[in-house]
């Protein structure tokens, strides 16, 4: 029982526990360089893993640490989930709705700029109301996407409109874990949160909206006359609408995200079979010779890199937990927090630097919650602005950062298109405008003191 609580130990101390961090930063980097889809980052950190184990004094402690990482309850449902979403993906695009939704949308004029401004301002308001991210981005991407990208709009503006959409819900929406989160480790009224949190959220995502009406760019013509037009129109595959719908409503009812996606793809199952859409021999199908064809068994083998990179990414989670790198790294930054402005400082470096690491943010805010608390009330720090520098700073961050879900999960759901369609994880930090502007805002409030009094009640 003793051991569990020790700390690992690395040979050449500090720089060998950083030793899997920076082995993963430097091939993260070169992936990034040579455009590398999903599986350049799934080695960054196995190899992060292995680089690690040369250095940690205790094996079996190491290996324990790994374990550690994957028994998160918090990676069990990212995989199923990404598993699950790519199955109702499926059921959408392999239907012809998309290409039928984006034939309507060109005739309609609605392209371009237009399209990718109303698909940010619709997965803000879906990502408000669910309270999930990465529960939008299953809902949002096997439609809004490839109707924006057909409809003439470049693949990765189109993609950062979504996850911008996303990441203004997950940052103002009161039933976000993160709003949850951030208000109940300063010990903050939810509701005031939320309305003192207007003040970051809506400037940001006002102008994210401007810079996305003002920079998108165009994709390839090619895609749009391949995949809307008018003999790709199939009304009755609009039927299939059914499964975003079902998971959306599941998803405002407060059911679990896992639960939601298998209702969405029942509701697919029996509407594809019932309109003809579908057999079962599409859907699955056991042609002898040890083989298994079909939509289902295309979409979850479609998901082995994803999957493949969040067990390597947890298990590094665990390693870093247990070596006691996120304690130190809060520690080292409290040193600095001395005055309210660079308590505030402390506060949103430290919960940066954690939300990268982690790549899960409320894990970061409840990590950091009592040493936050302990300096922030010290320097006089208002529990409602502490509350929405944690919030805020996770959603710049933990969202600009290119391993994390927030870039890989869109960029796989990207791939399933097709080579067209793809976008790269490390492009998607650039055209989330909605992360980029909050960080501004962040700076510009710190340095200002916009919004640091009459925050909320004491």
């Known amino acids: 029982m003793k051991k569990e609580t020790q700390r690992l130990e690395f040979w050449m101390g500090a720089f060998g526990r950083c030793m899997p961090l920076l082995t993963a930063a430097g091939v993260i980097l070169w992936a990034a360089c040579r455009q ?8 960054a950190f196995f190899a992060a893993l292995v680089v690690g184990a040369l250095f940690v004094k205790d094996d079996r402690g190491y290996g324990e640490a790994i374990v550690s990482g994957l028994c998160k309850p918090m990676f069990g449902v990212i995989v199923l989930a990404v598993m699950l979403a790519a199955v109702s993906g ?5 239907s012809g709705m998309v290409q039928t939704i984006a034939g309507y949308v060109v005739a309609a004029g609605f392209t371009g700029r237009l399209f990718v401004a109303a698909a940010f301002l619709i997965t803000c308001l879906l990502a408000f109301s669910t309270g999930t991210s990465v529960g939008t981005y299953f809902v949002v991407i096997p439609i809004l996407f490839p109707v924006g990208v057909m409809a003439g709009v470049a693949p990765q503006y189109m993609i950062g409109a979504i996850v911008s959409g996303a990441a203004f819900g997950d940052n103002l929406g009161p039933i976000s874990d993160t709003t949850i989160a951030s208000s109940s480790t300063q010990q ?19 102008g994210a909206l401007v810079l996305f009406l003002l920079f998108t760019k165009s994709g390839s013509a090619g895609l749009v006359l391949e995949g809307a037009n008018e003999a790709a129109v199939q009304p009755k595959s609009l039927v299939m609408l059914v499964v975003p719908v079902t998971i959306v409503v599941f998803c405002l009812m407060r059911r679990h995200l896992i639960a939601a996606l ?16 579908y057999s079962v021999s599409d ?9 298994v064809t079909g939509l289902v068994t295309e979409a979850i083998g479609g998901t082995a890199g994803t999957a493949a990179m969040l067990i390597a990414v947890f298990a590094l989670l665990g390693v870093m937990e247990k ?17 309210e402005r660079s308590t505030e400082v402390t506060i949103v470096l430290s919960t940066g630097i954690l939300s990268m690491i982690t790549g899960v943010i409320s894990v970061a805010i409840v990590a950091l919650g009592d040493l936050v608390n302990e300096i922030g009330q010290r320097a006089g720090v208002d529990r409602y602005r502490r509350a929405n ?3 805020c700073t996770g959603c710049v961050f933990c969202f600009l950062a290119p391993w994390t879900v927030h870039c890989v999960i869109p960029a796989q759901q990207t791939a399933q298109f097709g080579e067209a369609f793809a976008v790269a994880p490390a492009q998607i930090p650039f055209v989330n405008y909605y992360s980029i502007c909050m960080l501004v805002i962040l700076a510009a409030a710190i340095a200002t003191g916009y919004g640091r009094s009459a925050s909320g009640p004491k």
């Open 323 to 339: 070596s006691g790198l996120f304690e130190d790294v809060g520690m080292l930054l409290q040193r600095f927090a001395k005055s």
């Open 36 to 43: 590398s889809n999903v599986n350049g980052y799934v080695v």
């Open 188 to 206: 903050a009224d939810l509701g005031t949160v939320v309305r003192t949190r207007m003040r970051y959220s809506i400037p940001a995502a006002f």
């Open 389 to 391: 520098l944690l919030d």
């Open 283 to 291: 859907l699955i199908a056991f042609p002898g010779g040890f083989t």
């Open 90 to 94: 499926k059921l959408i695009s392999a």
């Open 262 to 277: 298998s209702y969405g793809i029942v509701a697919g199952i029996a509407a594809g079979l019932v309109s003809g859409i």
